[in-house]
């Protein structure tokens, strides 16, 4: 359990210590902007490995709560919405990976597919999965999986949108008042519209990976599906 922490720790402590403090701006103007994103990458890399190495090794024997057939349902129902965010966000160009801020630039705001219903598909993919999983896995080794996935990502959205505004000033408040962090509110408050046909190919591509996460699930996890 200690082990666990340790590393979940270690994990958001180097991922937001090196990405969103002044540390950034210090390591990359030392070794230059390739420099830091090729250092940053082995220690994420590294961090992330060595916390997903102790899950699969570390015993399960403290429990919070017990799994239950109602809880082991959470990611069942969960998961096609997760795979579709998660995989989906990759089908469309969004101003907030790296190197895209040039989409900002003038005076369009393009925001389709997935960006309509959240600027973070991916990061709220791995919340969805993180957070069903939690659920239904009460072990203190779980626990602590999980919600370091669930701050990774959930911290990540906040930092994100922060360093973007702060960053790009007026080009990311159009686009931040046309989009939103949580998934639909732009849509519910009428700053974006829905489009079904923007959505069907990560619909698509999200319920075929889903499927075969599903049905690979033991051989991948090392758990098998109830």
């Known amino acids: 359990m200690f082990e666990m922490a340790l590393a979940g720790a270690v994990l958001l402590l180097t991922h937001f210590g090196l990405s969103s403090t002044p540390?950034?701006?210090?390591?990359?103007?030392?070794?230059?902007?390739?420099g830091?994103?090729?250092?940053?990458?082995?220690?994420?890399?590294?961090?992330?490995?060595?916390?997903?190495?102790?899950?699969?090794?570390?015993?399960?024997?403290?429990?919070?709560?017990?799994?239950?057939?109602?809880?082991?349902?959470?990611?069942?129902?969960?998961?096609p919405l997760a795979a579709i965010l998660a995989l989906g966000g990759?089908?469309?160009?969004?101003?907030?990976?790296?190197?895209?801020?040039?989409?900002?630039?003038?005076?369009?705001?393009?925001?389709?597919?997935?960006?309509?219903?959240?600027r973070h598909p991916f990061m709220w993919g791995v919340m969805l999965w993180a957070g069903s999983h939690l659920a239904a896995n009460g072990d203190a080794v779980s626990v602590v999986f999980f919600t370091t996935f669930l701050l990774l990502a959930g911290?990540?959205?906040?930092?994100?949108?922060?360093?973007?505004?702060?960053?790009?000033?007026?080009?990311?408040?159009?686009f931040a008042g046309v989009t939103s962090n949580v998934p639909f509110a732009a849509i519910l408050t009428g700053r974006n519209r829905l489009a079904p046909k923007e959505l069907v190919l990560p619909v698509v591509v999200g319920l075929v990976a889903h499927g075969l996460m599903f049905y690979f699930h033991d051989w991948l996890s090392g758990v098998p599906l109830i």
Do not use: H
Request: net charge positive; no cysteine; hydrophobic share 50%.
């Open 90 to 118: 990759f089908l469309v160009r969004n101003p907030t990976t790296v190197g895209m801020d040039r989409m900002l630039q003038g005076d369009g705001v393009e925001t389709t597919g997935l960006l309509r219903v959240t």
């Open 23 to 34: 540390l950034r701006a210090q390591i990359a103007g030392a070794i230059g902007e390739g």
């Open 36 to 79: 830091f994103q090729g250092l940053y990458s082995v220690i994420a890399l590294l961090a992330l490995g060595y916390l997903i190495w102790l899950y699969g090794n570390l015993p399960r024997v403290d429990y919070f709560w017990y799994p239950s057939p109602d809880l082991l349902l959470v990611p069942k129902i969960v998961m």
């Open 155 to 174: 911290i990540g959205t906040l930092l994100m949108d922060r360093k973007k505004a702060a960053k790009l000033g007026d080009d990311w408040a159009r």
